[in-house]
């Protein structure tokens, strides 16, 4: 076969998408993911200090959305532990989301 044509396979079977186009993307998504969790947690310090409270919506968005990020990895891989960690985030996010709606009545 030749380097044409395997490309031309490549690009067919990757529906058209550039592998390296893919890859750049999705390590760009993993370095917004460390940097927005590096943000949270700086905001919550903050809040900590000048509010003197948690910040129960920070914990709840980043477990809602670790919780989804597991589910997804299990329906895919069908992994047992992949759906532990979703449930078990899915349960923290559900406490997180009770604890801010207690802080917002109060």
Known sequence: MKREEILAKSQQE???QDIVNLE???NGMHIG???IICLLAAVTVVDAVVFER???EVFFA???SNSVIFFYKYMKLHQKHELF???VDAVAA???LV???LQLAG
Do not use: P, Q, R, T
Request: hydrophobic share 65%; aromatic share 12%; no cysteine.
């Open 24 to 26: 750049v993307s999705k």
């Open 62 to 64: 980043i477990m809602a």
């Open 85 to 87: 960690v979703a449930i």
């Open 99 to 101: 604890s801010w709606i």
């Open 54 to 56: 948690m910040s129960s």
């Open 94 to 96: 559900a406490a997180f």
């Open 33 to 35: 993911w460390v940097v």
């Open 14 to 16: 990757n529906h058209g």
